[in-house]
């Protein structure tokens, strides 16, 4: 199983603060290190809502050897032109290890916000099919122009190219249309799951995509967000969760945590409990974990809660 750290910065989270993690999971030997794309979020009155692009052409920079990673960009805040220039560009900062996610977008107060059109839910879904479709051509994948409804590529060689692979993530939580899309057109498809019956289930439809569209099913690389709460043994787990219930952006106490984590089927526990829960989600097929987390931003705690994950 591969690791990575998710961050959402904007709950509140200076750049400075996204090198720090960034070079502290690259230093604990992660295999990745994600931000959302976000403006703002419900509730949240949050000093500092980064732009994800021009936060991961910096850390491009700032390391070395992880894949930087955004889950996911929705397609309703830039063109895809301006989406395929900006990846190519920081492919090439990072020398090769940019994992770009798209998405339909799902928040509309966040749209409102900006200024920013929030086109229906169909809608949206066709133009990130279409989107996916202008990335293939845009960095060299797809020969050819590219003419759809709501985009068109007409220049049939775009540079730069990407300098490595430029994985294409699909993200999101629809059950049909978007393991369709990740199977069809990416390279990662990416989800949080409810269940593990749920998860088998869009797991097997990507899958099936894949195949459909001519592309290895075993290929697609599968990948899941997820909140951790865990520590060595029993004492340092609950030492762990006060700590992280203290920092919780949406005033959870630790209580609430742990129980709806559990529910969840999150990896929660002890060091021997969230083991066997990973392995369960290897089971079912997952490749790789973005441990999504919140808060607070302190390396002993993230050492203590990967130790325990990692074994």
Do not use: C
Request: aromatic share 10%.
């Amino acid at each position: 199983m591969q690791f990575g750290l998710m961050t959402e910065p904007q709950l509140g989270m200076t750049y400075e603060t996204l090198v720090a993690l960034a070079r502290w999971a690259e230093r604990a030997g992660l295999d990745a290190f994600a931000r959302s794309d976000h403006y703002s979020f419900m509730g949240i009155e949050a000093p500092h809502a980064t732009d994800a692009f021009a936060t991961l052409g910096g850390l491009a920079r700032e390391t070395s050897r992880l894949d930087l990673v955004v889950l996911v960009s929705p397609i309703t805040f830039r063109h895809p032109a301006v989406i395929a220039k900006m990846a190519a560009t920081i492919d090439g900062m990072s020398n090769g290890r940019l994992r770009l996610g798209l998405g339909t977008g799902w928040m509309e107060v966040e749209h409102a916000k900006f200024g920013l059109e929030f086109f229906d839910q169909n809608e949206r879904f066709e133009r990130l099919e279409e989107a996916l479709i202008y990335m293939r051509h845009a960095f060299g994948y797809t020969s050819g122009p590219f003419r759809g409804e709501y985009y068109t590529l007409e220049e049939t060689e775009v540079h730069p190219r990407p300098t490595g692979s430029l994985p294409i993530i699909v993200g999101g939580q629809g059950p049909k249309r978007t393991p369709r899309l990740a199977g069809t057109y990416a390279d990662e498809f990416n989800f949080v799951p409810s269940s593990q019956e749920e998860a088998a289930s869009r797991i097997a439809s990507a899958r099936s995509a894949a195949e459909q569209a001519g592309r290895d099913p075993d290929g697609l690389l599968i990948s899941m967000m997820t909140q951790v709460v865990a520590g060595s043994d029993q004492n340092a787990f609950k030492e762990i969760l006060n700590r992280i219930a203290a920092a919780d952006p949406f005033g959870r106490s630790a209580a609430d945590l742990e129980t709806s984590h559990r529910e969840k089927g999150r990896p929660v526990g002890t060091a021997d409990e969230v083991q066997s829960t990973i392995a369960h989600y290897a089971d079912l097929g997952f490749d790789r974990i973005y441990v999504q987390h919140f808060g607070p931003y302190e390396t002993d705690l993230l050492d203590e809660v990967f130790t325990a994950l990692r074994g």
